[in-house]
């Protein structure tokens, strides 16, 4: 197996491993996150009704316009952290389950959800 294609079967099965044991339920919705090569994005996820109650990513403009160009990933990992946070106030949610979706608690992943959780999620 080619070392593109093992890496791809490993993140499946790190993902398929936790998202087993993690579910958002009425009182604490799912908090998951996605990191692309350039970007992260992150969703505040209610499974039971299939629903998105907040969101936020580096591509939306308000985010963008807080990114500076010396700025590195794991500082605007950290703003989109906060805006989400400040974005699941507006929607009254304050408990979440964190879905890191097979990604590693490491860098980018861990400075969001720090970031979260100083904003006022509970996870």
Request: aromatic fraction near 6%; charge should be positive.
């Amino acid at each position: 197996m080619n070392r593109i294609k093992l890496k791809s079967v490993r993140h499946a099965r790190r993902d398929r491993r936790v998202r087993k044991n993690i579910s958002g339920t009425p009182d604490r919705f799912r908090l998951t996150v996605f990191r692309s090569l350039n970007h992260i994005y992150a969703q505040i996820i209610n499974d039971v009704d299939a629903t998105t109650l907040a969101s936020a990513s580096t591509l939306e403009k308000d985010i963008r316009a807080k990114i500076t160009d010396g700025m590195s990933k794991v500082d605007e990992s950290r703003i989109v952290g906060v805006a989400l946070a400040e974005r699941a106030k507006a929607a009254n949610v304050t408990k979440v389950a964190f879905d890191r979706n097979g990604f590693l608690y490491h860098g980018r992943v861990k400075a969001l959800a720090e970031s979260a959780r100083e904003g006022g999620l509970d996870f």
